[in-house]
């Protein structure tokens, strides 16, 4: 089935420790790959996106995410995590021709002190 | 410049009774889409307005649901009458040329039906 998949439904992290959250989809042809960030009472947040070319992306907050065509992945990283960064994150894509963002699940990250 | 905006932020009914959500977009957003994420699951898109046209409406789950968007500007979801599986946080976003460029959310609606 046509899906995206976070495997990790929670993470919990030492402040200054690196991150890394995984996200895989299924879908024949490679989507428009997004990460979105939910902070407590807030509404989402892009963090990044994914269309074409470098298969690298640098986005807000220190975060990046790398696309790994043969692996259907799309992996969000940050190398330090600060306190503030404990919130839900979710991976989404667009299909081609189409214009709505179907979402993993998240997982919902926890830093401690 | 204002986000998109959500009322209200939490709404507790009966079962059986209607409640009507709304979303301002950000101004100029000509693309509005609503969202619900029931509790522990996906976030799951329900329909897409291109100005005041209903673009894409496949993700609505029955005829409960009508959504509105009066003049392009603000949109309105209701639910009547109101079921219990309809709990769940709505979310409304918007965009300039639609979903594979930036969408901006609210910061949802949560619904208790009980």
């Known amino acids: 089935a046509q899906s995206v998949t976070q495997p990790d439904i929670h993470i919990t992290v030492s402040e200054g420790a690196s991150l890394e959250l995984r996200c895989n989809y299924s879908y024949g042809a490679t989507p428009y790959l997004f990460w979105y960030v939910q902070s407590p009472g807030q509404g989402l947040q892009l963090l990044l996106k994914y269309f074409s070319g470098d298969t690298l992306v640098q986005g807000i907050k220190g975060f990046e995410a790398e696309f790994k065509r043969s692996q259907s992945s799309f992996n969000l990283r940050k190398p330090s995590v600060h306190w503030s960064d404990a919130a839900e994150y979710f991976c989404a894509v667009v299909l081609i021709n189409t214009d709505k963002l179907i979402f993993g699940t998240g997982t919902r990250l926890q830093v401690f002190p | 410049e204002a986000g998109v905006t959500q009322f209200p932020s939490h709404s507790v009914i009966e079962k059986g009774q209607t409640v009507t959500l709304r979303c301002d977009p950000i101004s100029g957003h000509d693309n509005l889409y609503w969202y619900r994420r029931v509790m522990g699951k996906e976030i799951k898109f329900l329909l897409h307005?291109?100005?005041?046209?209903?673009?894409?409406e496949s993700g609505m789950p029955n005829n409960r649901f009508l959504a509105e968007r009066t003049g392009g500007t603000y949109s309105t979801l209701k639910v009547q009458p109101a079921e219990l599986e309809d709990s769940g946080v709505y979310f409304c976003a918007s965009s300039l040329r639609g979903a594979n460029t930036e969408a901006f959310f609210g910061q949802g609606t949560r619904l208790t039906v009980v």
């Open positions: 307005f291109v100005k005041e046209s209903k673009q894409d």
